[in-house]
């Protein structure tokens, strides 16, 4: 049969000439295979998994013709054109080497999601990623979007499928949230703006080393048409933009939180300054708003919303939308999110840092600090961050399977620092946890949950960990819920 090569595949291809094996049965996943079926491609799912979840899901496939295999520890299945791999699925895993080998496409799910756009009304992408961050940046971008009057979404590894989105929705433009191991397997895709916010040790078990790392993290400056945004204070991220295959006359944009030079976005006084998208950059700079527009407000989240912004600068969105959208944003939970306060002091959920970047990260917002801290540390260690963070410690209390790790670097940098260890690992240890941290804090202090570790090996995942963190606290005596005692951040 005559057929296009896969090259040129688009969602107004004719799908039925093509085999496409999905691997995984997630969310991405799932969306995937239900595309590719509505084009009317042959699919086959396979998965490694046959879990309650995958079942259900593997029952509404094989009720619309797609075939499952669940359990799978075989290969590619026979007569596969095309491979659409799960970011959870390493690039040395033996499905991939095996179709690489054998010539066959492999793609990601960003991938095919650019690949099935309408031509006719493809919303333009800004994507984002970062060790820590990306998520918040991305919700930023969505609220300043939304406030300059797009049709607007934020999707990608943030939840939503990016597959479900350009299938079904009709957007100006997407904030795409784009996880490491999303990008090994982008070929085509191209867009308007994209940005690494930072690089730190994370994902080493899934790429093999930490070059492998940083080099996935880098593709999503590729094909880049108008903006590639760098991290200032990050000089790997400016090396990614200077290497990166960008299209021809796109700009690189630096964020900082110091005063910004030319073709930067940066804080002047107390003030968020455009110096990078203005009619003459040699003059003055453009307000777009002040410091404590950013919520909750805290360093890391100011360089956030100018990374955000630079992306949407780079769309075209008004300073005014800039400021709107900054003052209109909701964090996302379990981000440095204020619980409460109890006899004077502060109580801080920031389940979400898990690794120890996002813990030091979280630990500079606060002065002084009894830190909780631990879980699974994943092979990482923890001496830099408590010799950057002894001066702002009141105490800490450790949890978790690893909490040796983080107690052995405390003794050789912070051996004044009380340490209490909370050894069960049943989840209402988190009480006792709580109950530890409030014997240590004194009025004026700041109790940080940022526990710089996964969180497998007693929750659910880190949801789950800053719910009962907030539980425990709520339920001690004194408790005020949160903004009663105004911003602590």
């Not at 540390?377 to 040796?404: N, Y």
Request: hydrophobic content about 45%; aromatic content about 6%.
């Amino acid at each position: 049969m005559n057929r296009p090569g896969v090259e040129g595949l688009h969602r107004n291809s004719d799908w039925t000439q093509w085999s496409v094996t999905v691997a995984g049965i997630g969310v991405a996943g799932y969306a995937c295979a239900d595309a590719l079926m509505q084009l009317g491609a042959r699919v086959t799912v396979v998965d490694g998994g046959d879990g309650e979840r995958q079942r259900e899901r593997a029952g509404i496939l094989r009720a619309l013709e797609v075939r499952v295999e669940l359990g799978h520890t075989g290969g590619v299945p026979d007569g596969t054109d095309i491979l659409v791999v799960s970011p959870g699925l390493p690039p040395h895993s033996p499905l991939i080497v095996e179709a690489l080998g054998a010539g066959i496409p492999v793609w990601g799910e960003l991938e095919l999601a650019w690949r099935l756009r309408d031509p006719d009304t493809a919303a333009a992408w800004l994507c984002v990623t970062g060790t820590n961050g990306k998520t918040t940046a991305t919700l930023m971008l969505e609220s300043i979007l939304r406030s300059a009057g797009y049709r607007t979404c934020a999707a990608g590894n943030i939840g939503t499928s990016l597959v479900d989105i350009v299938m079904h929705d009709e957007m100006d433009v997407i904030a795409v949230e784009v996880g490491a191991p999303q990008l090994p397997f982008v070929h085509t895709m191209s867009p308007v703006a994209s940005v690494c916010l930072n690089v730190a040790d994370d994902h080493i078990d899934h790429f093999g080393s930490f070059d492998a790392y940083v080099a996935a993290k880098a593709r999503v400056y590729e094909r880049t048409q108008e903006a590639a945004v760098y991290n200032v204070s990050d000089e790997r991220t400016l090396r990614m933009v200077e290497e990166a295959d960008v299209i021809e006359g796109c700009r690189a944009i630096g964020f900082t939180l110091g005063v910004p030079d030319v073709s930067m976005v940066g804080v002047v006084e107390d003030l968020l300054v455009d110096r990078a998208f203005i009619d003459d950059r040699t003059e003055r700079a453009q307000e777009l708003g002040s410091v404590r527009d950013v919520h909750p407000f805290a360093p890391h989240n100011v360089a956030n919303a100018l990374a955000a912004a630079a992306l949407a600068r780079a769309f075209g969105v008004p300073p005014t939308a800039v400021r709107d959208g900054l003052r209109a944003f909701v964090p996302a939970a379990h981000r440095i999110a204020d619980v409460g306060t109890v006899d004077g002091i502060s109580f801080v959920d920031d389940s979400k840092a898990t690794n120890a970047h996002a813990a030091q990260t979280s630990l500079s917002s606060y002065d002084p600090i009894v830190w909780i801290a631990g879980g699974m540390a994943k092979g990482q260690e923890f001496d830099d961050l408590v010799a950057a963070s002894v001066d702002r410690l009141r105490g800490v209390v450790l949890l978790g399977v690893d909490r040796e790790v983080i107690a052995g670097a405390l003794r050789r940098h912070a051996p004044d620092v009380p340490v209490i260890e909370v050894a069960s690992a049943d989840t209402g240890a988190m009480v006792d946890v709580v109950s530890a941290a409030r014997a240590l804090a004194l009025p004026g202090d700041t109790v940080l949950l940022a526990p710089g570790c996964a969180s497998w090996d007693m929750f659910r995942d880190y949801t789950e960990r800053g719910r009962m963190f907030a539980e425990a606290v709520a339920a001690l005596p004194g408790f005020e819920g949160p903004g009663r005692q105004g911003d602590t951040a």
